[in-house]
């Protein structure tokens, strides 16, 4: 595996957090980060290609292609709160050895800008939704874990596939503090509402006040996105597979 | 992976564009590029190889034997247009890791020959093809894909799966201009005539005048040594597993 | 493939025996490594963590969360005996490559650390199990092979999946004494009765007085961190395949 | 992945023919390769493996173990003919990067011990064989064809799987000379009297007079190893998948 990140520029920033945003179970970290993008107004800073990326090329409405990529953004926040790297992207790795390479890079160039705090978002399968859907939690240690609680999440059971989770492990191997929102949702679509929760868990974590009243344009852009990928029609056609062989292709 | 390329010549090209000619949908754009080999009396200056082949050989009617493998021709244009680069060969390769190699070396070696220009051709897989079929194209930025669209092309929307997405996104990575011509094509088996659409618009792109008369010598070449190689079965066989799991194996 | 190993301490050890404990058939080398944790307190070294480890993270009872890994420890036996290596962790790797690198790492260290032999623990499934179930084996060499014959064992016959095999294969090609102890089981479940039959052998090959009466608080837990990590269920399903197939995923 | 030669004597060899002898369709190399490895009381100079070969330990009928390995061996012909260079062993290996590495590394070494000349032998497969059953070959080069041709031997048409058509596409780049020997089998036991008929084109070739007489102790030695790992049935398996997928595990 080759993993290449081309960075455009080295932002300076305070005790920043990063946010994992890229597409999973009901894509409630990839409609978060794109929302956190845009309200935030976040400067692009970073590229990251993979070979363990799928070979080819998704076109856009106009005719240009773009490649399975994932990106960096740094934001400022707005009420004097801490700094967020979100990590964007339209791709997970194909393989497990790229994943660690992936995630292992992101973190790298994290802690160089001094980041100590990982938070991963998700979505949590379920066959029925609450209302307002429940958001669960698991954390790099049990301090932070009390802090989870205190956002009002449920203790996580289980496993966390994929980013979300190996983000969070291999950010405590790092003695990075880390934990994951995992919302519940169906999961085979973008789940805006899940992702609202998601959100206003994060928003109150971070001392945020982040707008949600266009979270609606963030989803359906994701939509988009994911339906010229032919994402949505994978998500459905692996969750016959079961949950356990779940990995993502764009 | 290994990936290793022989250099028989190093020529000396005016801004040369590389053509990619490797079997795919339609085998479009293998067709076209031996065609253009032969039309051009283009001389063969580099062979690759990968680990990322297929384990095998394949005989040929005499009891002789060929290896999967990549070649390089370059080919002096007719008519005062641009020089060509041609990249022929039997295969992809069977590992996404494999693709960006192979693509990542055979791009670095253009760029050594001064090539800033990428076409890839290919077939756009349909259930119904039109009379004359309609040519489809993608490209690495909107001026290019407006001059794509000048030569009577529709916006491709959707995915460009193996060698020819891939190379289009991995040609933009590096600044180079790029597009793809993707023609209508049932996609089963080596098809002249959208091979021959394909070429036309080539060589209204690059103010060549390919001969097409003997199109059909190079179809009923590939045709056979795709016979030998097991692909037209292969073809039909990977069409049921659905487009997302394309992958060539010789 | 990556495999890292952290050392936080290196042991002075006498002659120590390696022990593989990971998880396999009837979880017999799991259970078994986890009560000589115990029974010996014995110290952990050293992490190990593979990007051939699976990609995600599992939660525990509180909300933390720990990764796919291996660990080793060392223990002073009890009776004058010889020092134990005990090479402990919640998942083999999910690649071949993987596995060899893997082991040869372990290997490496533990011959770093003195030890020049290795004792590698494993059920061996069989539709049915007589009471007591009998212990086969297979040794590096029939020196060796005579000791573990000498303990009440049968000759294995066949072949030997995974880290439990191949262990005692790269073994013999570095010269280190190896032998398998192989428990009769049914195989889909963590079983305490093999496991008991398997550390009687090891007492007896030894001369150690492993106290066994809390055997069944290693195989409770063993069950716990199996049911949280989906091994269990994996199992049954894995037994589908065949044997051949049988790969560890977490 | 990762191969290791592990080479115990440097043999100084006369213009030595190296002869492909592992596990493939109806067994006929690997037969082969055994009885002229007793004939020829040939010697063991060289030991291969790789982390592409399956995670597992075999077991011999005395309680030792085996791993899945390859071995060189020289041998000295009998009747004034040329050295032979044996490449033996219980698997091929599992990727095909696996295979590439393992082929190259043993021209390499053949190479480096004057080797110009490489022959593989395998079986092809048929769903009824003549008597006595039809050898097909071909070649790195149609001057060797011719040679082999002159042996009786029919053209072979179509693809020719796994090592024995490896090789001789990889020892057709480095220049070496290279044919294949294919013999009519049903393909899924060790095939005696294909091996047979191999081995009398090979006498014939190299000017050898092997003795034949105890050829079906070789075969059933073949067998009993073949058993013991798991082969025969693997191959009746395999073999619903069609031969495309070929591709050994042991």
New interface residues.
Partial sequence: ??CIVEMFEKPKLEKPVLIEGLPGIGFVANIAALHLIRELKAVRFAEI?S?????????T????????LNELYYGRSQDGGRDLLIWYGNTQA????G???L?GRVLDLAQELGCEYVITLGGYRQEEVKNPPQVY??????ET?EK??ALGTK?????????A??T???A??RNMKSF?LLVETLGTYPDTEATRHALLSLNKFLGMNIDLSRLDIAAAETKKVLE???LIR?VAEEKKKGE?QFRW??
Avoid at 61 to 68: D, K, L, V
Avoid at 94 to 97: D, M, R, V
Wanted: aromatic share 6%; with cysteine.
């Fill in positions: 595996m080759v290609h070979s363990a990326f799928q070979d080819l090329a998704i076109t409405a106009e005719g240009g292609t773009c490649s399975p194909l393989t497990t050895a994943q660690y390479e995630c939690s698991a954390a790099s240690d049990l874990m989870a609680i203790v996580m059971v289980g496993q966390i596939f994929g980013i989770g190996l969070v492990g291999l405590r191997l994951s010229v990928f032919g994978t356990q292709s764009i």
